[in-house]
């Protein structure tokens, strides 16, 4: 019994001086706070909608444990910043200062930062800074730097164009809600600037749209991991619909991309004499659908680049489609079953021309035709095309002129192109030196 009583009692000696030394505090000048970050590197944000939330740890390593007199912005509540450290919130209507922090030793804290930056009345994007100043008991002061970018931006919420309007501003566009309704009668035209559609966001035509060295894309600017910004990823936003009395649309210097449905011309009364849609040296590129599917319309693609969708970068189902110039490449990253990079399909009746064009992509075959109703016209014609598809030799008035692709090809794929990087999702599709599709596609 008395030698429970003394292992017992030591037992009880060793855990009140392990309390003791957890809780022992100094002030001590050359104890330190560790950082894992010496700067949080934020994205660049729009002004005034605020950024995702970034983190970082405060570790004591230093032997003991260490007490803050006070954890502050040094701009106060000036910048935009937001912190929390450890659960205390730097509210801006006590200075953006917390008292009353410690942190034991061997333990750490954890601490977090938004930001809503105010407008700069500037065209380009404007550095701030702060820093969250960590006063320590003993006097020594440390801190750690937040940096962000700030860019001033027009917000538009469920816009409707009721009359012909030209929209053409150097500040970024930040399109909210359903996005923009273009009445039937009615003309939009976006000339020289740059929309960033928020999620479900996008542009429905019932009038006419007409671009000009646009840019359309999704609203995050920030990264999903290290290596991956959000503009690489598919169906950030909704897209651009043309309703059935939508017509003359025309499409110039325009890319389009991280949509779910890039651009998408519902069924309307084929009008042979007018196309319903030109689109001339633009790119669609990473849909999480369609890049462009046209059902019973007049299109014109010219020098256009379509790519990477993981349904079809190009879908004609009947009507007239005159493809010239243009690369078709499926390389969709994120789907086995991704579509073809062109699908025809005579519908109420087809006809189709594609001229000087590249179609190819990872499957062995990517060009697809299908007949849905015998009895009506089914028309196409390839000239001068490169096609990743089984040839067709008996065949010389559809096909003249035909590079035929197949996976035996020493040069054929994505080994075209200047740079295909599924690992990063970084495409140039620009022609490689060593390409044997040189004269032909979009470049």
Same mark, same amino acid.
């Not at 030591?10 to 030394?21: E, I």
């Not at 060009?367 to 009895?375: K, L, N, Q, R």
């Given at each position: 019994?008395?030698?429970?009583?003394?292992?017992?009692?030591?037992?009880?000696?060793?855990?009140?001086?392990?309390?003791?030394? /957890?809780?022992?505090?100094?002030?001590?000048?050359?104890? $330190?706070?560790?950082?894992?970050?010496?700067?949080?590197?934020?994205?660049?944000?729009?002004?005034?909608?605020?950024?995702?939330?970034?983190?970082?740890?405060?570790?004591?390593?230093?032997?003991?444990?260490?007490?803050?007199?006070? @954890?502050?912005?040094?701009?106060?509540?000036?910048?935009?910043?937001?912190?929390?450290?450890?659960?205390?919130?730097?509210? =801006?209507?006590?200075?953006?200062?917390?008292?009353?922090?410690?942190?034991?030793?061997?333990? #750490?804290?954890?601490?977090?930062?938004?930001?809503?930056?105010?407008? =700069?009345?500037?065209?380009?994007?404007?550095?701030?800074? +702060? +820093?969250?100043?960590?006063?320590?008991?003993?006097?020594?002061?440390?801190?750690?730097?937040?940096?962000?970018?700030?860019? /001033?931006?027009?917000? @538009?919420?469920?816009?409707?164009?009721?009359?012909?309007?030209?929209?053409?501003?150097?500040? %970024?566009?930040?399109?909210?809600?359903?996005?923009?309704?273009?009445?039937?009668?009615?003309?939009?035209?976006?000339?020289?600037?740059?929309?960033?559609?928020?999620?479900?966001?996008?542009?429905?035509?019932?009038?006419?749209?007409?671009?000009?060295?646009?840019?359309?894309?999704?609203?995050?600017?920030?990264?999903?991991?290290?290596?991956?910004?959000? +503009?690489?990823?598919?169906?950030?936003?909704?897209?651009?619909?043309?309703?059935?009395?939508?017509?003359?649309?025309?499409?110039?210097?325009?890319?389009?991309?991280?949509?779910?449905?890039?651009?998408?011309?519902?069924?309307?009364?084929?009008?042979?004499?007018?196309?319903?849609?030109?689109?001339?040296?633009?790119?669609?590129? *990473?849909?999480?659908?369609?890049?462009? $599917?046209?059902?019973? #319309?007049?299109?014109?693609?010219?020098?256009?680049?379509?790519?990477?969708?993981? =349904?079809?970068? $190009?879908? @004609?189902?009947?009507?007239?489609?005159?493809?010239?110039?243009?690369?078709?490449?499926?390389?969709? %990253?994120?789907?086995?079953?991704?579509?073809?990079?062109?699908?025809?399909?005579?519908?109420?009746?087809?006809?189709?021309?594609?001229?000087?064009?590249?179609?190819?992509?990872?499957?062995?075959?990517?060009?697809?035709?299908?007949?849905?109703?015998?009895? *009506?016209?089914?028309?196409?014609?390839?000239?001068?095309?490169?096609?990743?598809?089984?040839? @067709?030799?008996?065949?010389?008035?559809?096909?003249?002129?035909?590079?035929?692709?197949? %996976?035996?090809?020493?040069?054929?794929?994505?080994?075209?192109?200047?740079?295909?990087?599924?690992?990063?999702? +970084?495409?140039?599709?620009?022609?490689?030196?060593?390409?044997?599709?040189?004269?032909?596609?979009?470049?």
């Amino acid at each position: 019994m008395k030698r429970i009583l003394c292992i017992l009692t030591l037992l009880v000696v060793v855990f009140m001086a392990a309390c003791s030394d /957890d809780d022992s505090f100094s002030a001590n000048r050359s104890n $330190l706070l560790t950082f894992s970050v010496d700067t949080v590197k934020m994205d660049t944000v729009f002004s005034e909608v605020g950024s995702r939330t970034y983190t970082f740890w405060v570790f004591n390593h230093s032997g003991e444990g260490i007490r803050l007199s006070s @954890v502050r912005l040094r701009n106060g509540n000036q910048t935009g910043f937001r912190v929390n450290v450890d659960g205390s919130y730097l509210d =801006n209507t006590t200075g953006a200062v917390a008292t009353g922090l410690e942190v034991r030793q061997g333990d #750490s804290i954890r601490v977090f930062v938004e930001l809503t930056a105010p407008e =700069n009345m500037k065209q380009e994007p404007q550095m701030l800074e +702060d +820093d969250i100043v960590f006063a320590l008991e003993s006097g020594v002061e440390q801190r750690v730097c937040l940096r962000a970018w700030s860019w /001033d931006a027009v917000p @538009v919420t469920d816009l409707i164009i009721t009359a012909d309007t030209l929209i053409e501003t150097a500040k %970024p566009i930040l399109v909210y809600g359903e996005g923009i309704v273009v009445d039937s009668g009615a003309v939009l035209t976006l000339r020289n600037t740059t929309l960033y559609f928020h999620d479900k966001a996008g542009i429905n035509v019932n009038g006419s749209l007409r671009t000009e060295n646009v840019l359309m894309r999704g609203d995050r600017l920030d990264h999903m991991f290290d290596y991956l910004p959000y +503009d690489r990823v598919s169906g950030q936003w909704r897209g651009i619909s043309f309703g059935r009395s939508s017509t003359r649309n025309i499409m110039e210097d325009t890319e389009i991309r991280n949509a779910l449905s890039a651009v998408v011309l519902d069924s309307a009364a084929l009008d042979t004499t007018v196309q319903r849609l030109t689109m001339t040296r633009c790119i669609i590129h *990473n849909a999480k659908g369609y890049g462009v $599917l046209s059902t019973n #319309s007049y299109i014109g693609l010219y020098y256009c680049q379509l790519t990477n969708t993981w =349904n079809d970068c $190009l879908a @004609v189902y009947g009507g007239v489609a005159d493809i010239d110039y243009c690369t078709l490449a499926q390389f969709y %990253p994120f789907a086995a079953d991704r579509g073809a990079a062109l699908r025809f399909v005579n519908g109420n009746g087809l006809v189709l021309l594609c001229t000087n064009t590249i179609v190819t992509g990872y499957d062995t075959d990517v060009v697809m035709g299908e007949v849905s109703d015998t009895t *009506n016209v089914y028309a196409y014609h390839f000239n001068n095309c490169l096609l990743r598809t089984p040839a @067709v030799e008996d065949d010389t008035v559809s096909f003249k002129q035909i590079q035929w692709e197949t %996976p035996k090809d020493s040069i054929q794929g994505k080994a075209h192109f200047v740079k295909i990087d599924e690992a990063n999702l +970084d495409y140039d599709f620009h022609l490689d030196s060593l390409s044997t599709a040189h004269g032909k596609g979009c470049y």
